[in-house]
């Protein structure tokens, strides 16, 4: 078990780009969560899979962004169409069994929008 | 809806020292609390959780916090503090839906100093 992965670490790109950022959960772990943060805030909930479903999605997710969890293992998220109010930390977390059990975070994907 | 208010934004502390991190949450119905811990160009981690039983609750690093119903509370305290515990602290509830999605207080800097 090696937690879990997100890549690439660091994104930066020019206003009007599309970027996708990748999440590899825990490997037993059914729930899959996106969160972004921004600097000097708590991280806020994007959206969330149980397994290969996408059962819930904030206001926060434009139309602009779009999340996928093919075959209900790693996860990709895509911002269209760039702005720089997208700059922030995409974190990515897990969790397995009941509503109890601990979400594991990801080491998160710092995107820079020039 | 839910939200949780961290009332501080920053706490200096000098090494050994007693600290408490203030967490204040609202809520119509009951929720899970936890306390998470984020270290510079890391993911969250979580310190500790309460999910029901007693208020009083252990979690690692000799970390423990207090829930509080009638106050609305979960306060992060810790006896003596060390050089590495200097981190961002993240409160956060979880409200009774079936997506299990976690909502973040704004964060305190714990800077402990030598």
């Known amino acids: 078990d090696t937690g879990v992965s997100q890549d690439p670490r660091h994104k930066i790109t020019k206003r009007g780009q599309n970027v996708t950022f990748r999440c590899d959960p825990i490997?037993?772990?059914?729930?899959l969560y996106w969160y972004r943060q921004t600097l000097g805030q708590g991280p806020e909930f994007l959206t969330y899979?149980?397994?290969?479903?996408?059962?819930?999605k904030s206001r926060l997710l434009s139309d602009r962004f779009s999340a996928e969890r093919p075959k209900g293992s790693f996860s990709t998220l895509e911002i269209q169409r760039t702005e720089q109010g997208d700059s922030a930390m995409y974190l990515c977390?897990?969790?397995?069994?009941?509503?109890?059990?601990?979400?594991?975070f990801g080491p998160g994907t710092r995107l820079t929008v020039t | 809806a839910q939200s949780v208010t961290q009332l501080d934004s920053q706490v200096p502390v000098f090494e050994e020292a007693p600290v408490e991190l203030r967490c204040n949450y609202s809520?119509?119905?009951?929720?899970?609390l936890f306390w998470y811990v984020q270290y510079p160009n890391q993911g969250l981690q979580l310190l500790l959780k309460?999910?029901?039983?007693?208020?009083l609750v252990k979690g690692i690093n000799g970390f423990e916090a207090e829930f509080n119903k009638s106050q609305t509370s979960f306060h992060l305290r810790k006896p003596s503090v060390h050089i590495s515990d200097t981190a961002e602290y993240f409160c956060?509830?979880?409200?009774?839906?079936?997506?299990?999605?976690?909502?973040f207080g704004q964060g305190t800097t714990l800077q402990v100093k030598p």
């Open positions: 977390a897990s969790s397995g069994g009941g509503f109890g059990n601990e979400q594991y």
């Open positions: 490997s037993e772990h059914n729930r």
């Open positions: 899979f149980q397994n290969e479903a996408q059962l819930e």
């Open positions: 809520s119509s119905v009951s929720v899970y």
């Open positions: 309460y999910l029901s039983g007693s208020t």
């Open positions: 956060a509830v979880r409200p009774p839906s079936n997506t299990g999605k976690l909502i």
